[in-house]
Every structure is written in structure tokens, then in C-alpha cells.
């Protein structure tokens, strides 16, 4: 089961876009006030002595640039990851522990080749980093167009599928194990 790709359920992604965007925000909040407080922590506290160890390391960038650039990026990490936490963890954890061989169908959006995802197949209505198949073969992917709906079969749950087998619904010659 863990060998194979990971893809939320299109009715979980559809109805937990918001619930992401919302807990992002404030996860994105919260770390953004909690490294506002950080920066202004007293010289002589130990929380202070922590931070700077990290700020005056070697480098190429001065001590004040490293902090405006963690301040900016800190925001950004927040947000990224209580949208995971509800468009990925929350569907794998409970398909991990609940799943039984099912199938859930996805339309193509459009198919690619790039440096991270070798022969990607991208899926529409989907949220970001779950939005593809990849490893299909070259094959497989060429045949596919925008529109087609392809039928998904592994381990999974309403939430999410672990992906093991990929077949166009309709178009029953072309289907690939993953």
C-alpha cells in the first residue's frame, strides 16, 4: 500500500478547499506572530541566544537580511502547512487505517513530462501537489486528453485512493498498472 501514490478523493477535495485555505491562513497567523514575538525577545534570554546562534551562522547574507528573509518565508510555511494538513494528512491518515480495495474517477485536465514527475498526468478540480499521476507509461499518456475521465482502483476510502491501477472510463483498450 505504501509503495504507490497517494491521491485525496475528488468530493474530499472539492469540499475541504476551504476548510485548507481558512486553517492555512491562521496556521500562517499564528507562526507569523510567534517569530514576530521571537524577534523581539530580550538580548539576555535563552530563547534569544537559540535564534541567533541560527541568524549569525557563516554565510553570504548579513544577520538582519537572514531575519527578514525567515520573517517572510514563515508566513508562506504556515499557510502550506495547514493546507496540507487538511487537503493531504487528514484523507491518508484515515485511508491508511480504513482502506479496502475501491476505485474513484478523475478527470484529465492535461498530460507533461517534467524534471519531478516523470510522465504526469494532471487532474482536474484536484488541490495543488495532488493534482497528477505520475509514472504512467509514455503510451498511457499520450492517448489521454483533456476531458477524459479515468477510472483510479487500489487501496482507499472515500477520502483518498493509494493508486495501483489506471484505465480511461469508456475507452476500455488503453488502462496501465502504476
Not at 41 to 52: E, H, I, V
Request: charged share 20%.
Amino acid at each position: 500500500m505504501f509503495g504507490h501514490e497517494f491521491l485525496p478523493s475528488p468530493e474530499w477535495a472539492l469540499g475541504s478547499k476551504y476548510y485548507a485555505i481558512w486553517l492555512g491562513i491562521f496556521i500562517a497567523a499564528c507562526a507569523s506572530w510567534g517569530a514576530w514575538k521571537l524577534s523581539k525577545t530580550p538580548p539576555d534570554t535563552r530563547l534569544y541566544k537559540f535564534a541567533d546562534f541560527y541568524l549569525s551562522r557563516p554565510g553570504y547574507l548579513s544577520r538582519e537580511v537572514r531575519k527578514k528573509i525567515g520573517l517572510g518565508l514563515i508566513p508562506i510555511a504556515g499557510f502550506l502547512t495547514g493546507y496540507a494538513l487538511i487537503t493531504d494528512l487528514v484523507p491518508l491518515s484515515i485511508t491508511v487505517a480504513l482502506g479496502a480495495k475501491t476505485e474513484h474517477f478523475y478527470t484529465v485536465d492535461r498530460t507533461g513530462v517534467e524534471a519531478g514527475c516523470r510522465s504526469a498526468v494532471y487532474l482536474r478540480d484536484m488541490p495543488f501537489a495532488n493534482d497528477r499521476i505520475c509514472g504512467l507509461p509514455d503510451w498511457f499518456r499520450i492517448s489521454l486528453k483533456p476531458g477524459n475521465v479515468l477510472a483510479v482502483k487500489g487501496v482507499g476510502t472515500g477520502l483518498g485512493i493509494f493508486v495501483d491501477v489506471v484505465r480511461v472510463v469508456g475507452d476500455g483498450a488503453a488502462q496501465s498498472g502504476n
